[in-house]
């Protein structure tokens, strides 16, 4: 019987351990950093054909994540016209060191012949 106790009492102590370390965990996760870039493309068929493949793959090589893209529909305000990209980044310091990596250097010196960039990045917030 005393056994039986004891195997119970260890099952709870861990099970409330486990809880506590999980909201700890929950409670230090930053939320992610998201970039939006509102991008006046001047030439189409070269944004798409030289700039977007290699651009595209060093976002994906540096942990960023397309959130959405297209075309916006401008609710209220002036903005420049143009491609709308949200991209989500798990820290101002993952989306920075994408922004500097040689790949996205090299693209970015393509797509500057085909198009001018407004780019703004933002903290997310805890839900």
Known sequence: MKTRHTVALSILTGMAI???AIQ??????KPPVYMVA???????DGYKKDYLPP?????????GVYVAA???TMIDGTLPKGRVVILRWES???LKGWRNSPEYVA?????????KYNVVAVDGVKQ
């Open 55 to 63: 651009a595209q793959k060093s976002i994906k090589e540096h942990g």
């Open 70 to 72: 297209g075309p916006g």
């Open 24 to 29: 700890t965990l929950h409670a230090q996760a």
């Open 92 to 94: 101002m310091e993952a």
């Open 38 to 44: 509102i991008n006046e493309v001047t030439n189409p």
């Open 107 to 115: 693209a970015r010196k393509i797509g500057d012949s085909y198009a």
């Open 18 to 20: 486990g809880a506590v």
